[in-house]
């Protein structure tokens, strides 16, 4: 195995890196989406919630695995309610 540089970064150091920039942002997508889809906010609210929960993303995470069974059953909701024909009058 090749012995790394004084000066590059251990590999440890890089996972870490990766998932303080990837975890926020798919907390940022994700309660993005769930804030506009299940809870009809309008495009600013959805942005400052998501903005938020990027922040703060390790609450964001414990939370939505607290309440995983609602939120689940909210989208399934969601996507019944797309697939179903809407009646026009």
């Known amino acids: 195995m090749e012995e790394l540089s004084p000066l590059s970064p251990h590999p440890a150091e890089i996972a870490i890196a990766l998932i303080a920039v990837l975890a926020p942002l798919a907390v940022f997508v994700a309660s993005y989406r769930r804030s506009r889809c299940l809870f009809d906010r ?23 695995l607290i309440t995983w069974r609602a939120i689940s059953a ?13 009646a026009v009058p």
């Open 42 to 64: 309008t495009q600013q609210e959805s942005v400052a919630i998501a903005a938020v929960s990027a922040i703060f993303w390790p609450f964001w995470v414990i939370g939505s």
């Open 74 to 86: 909210r989208w399934a909701e969601h996507r019944r309610a797309r697939r179903s024909p809407v």
